[in-house]
């Protein structure tokens, strides 16, 4: 069965306090692996999306990398309006190309 | 430039009652989709439309029907509503790059 996992389920940090988010993915055939921020009370945002092992991808501060078998989401210098839900999701193919989804990190930075 | 647009935003059912979520999308795409996002168990797929006239069953179809109205237009409708149904409904969209675009979310309390 597909299976992404998310770490921690919460965050909480210090504005500036750099740290990482983890998503570890145990999928027959990843297509891609997709990072998305939620604010509370909204939809899902695209962040990023990866294909292959040793590929990175960068935005403002946040940084995405990905192995054979995970996935992080590196902040840098954290804000508070970087405060969310990160949700990562696998890309797989079971005949159709369909998107499994971790349940999410819930990131809050203080001032 | 709305992107993905759904209605209604919250809605309230008694037990066995029915109704349409509607959602539409303006970008294009070929591909659309209905989630569920329930505490502690991230976004399910209920059923997917990979193209203008098919549709089919996700993860969790039971006791939904959905319809893809035309290109832009892809609604989900609950005959019987059940308090298990209680959720917040994401409809989302994506075209040529495999990345899905949400919309704002119905929440939706059956009581």
């Known amino acids: 069965e597909d299976q992404v996992t998310q770490s921690p389920e919460a965050l909480r940090l210090q504005e500036g306090e750099s740290s990482s988010l983890n998503c570890s993915y145990t999928?027959?055939?990843?297509?891609?692996l997709f990072w998305y921020r939620q604010d509370p009370g909204k939809g899902p945002e695209f962040l990023f999306t990866?294909?292959?092992a040793g590929e990175e991808k960068e935005k403002e501060r946040l940084k995405a990398t990905l192995t054979k078998k995970e996935s992080f989401l590196h902040i840098t210098a954290p804000k508070p309006e970087d405060s969310a839900t990160y949700l990562c999701a696998a890309l797989v193919n079971t005949g159709f190309q369909k998107l499994v989804f971790g349940t999410g990190t819930r990131l809050l930075v203080s001032p | 430039n709305a992107g993905v647009t759904q209605t209604p935003k919250f809605q309230v059912l008694k037990t066995g009652q029915s109704m349409t979520l509607q959602c539409a999308q303006d970008m294009n795409h070929n591909s659309m989709y209905w989630y569920r996002q329930d505490p502690g168990m991230g976004l399910r797929l209920i059923y997917y439309s990979a193209s203008e006239g098919t549709t089919d069953k996700g993860e969790v179809p039971n006791g939904y029907n959905v319809s893809r109205l035309n290109k832009r237009e892809f609604s989900l409708r609950l005959e019987s509503a059940a308090p298990s149904q209680t959720s917040v409904y994401f409809c989302?969209?994506?075209?040529?790059?495999?990345?899905?675009?949400f919309g704002q979310g119905t929440r939706l309390t059956v009581v």
């Open positions: 990866l294909y292959s």
């Open positions: 999928v027959s055939g990843l297509r891609g």
């Open positions: 989302a969209s994506s075209g040529l790059e495999p990345e899905a675009f």
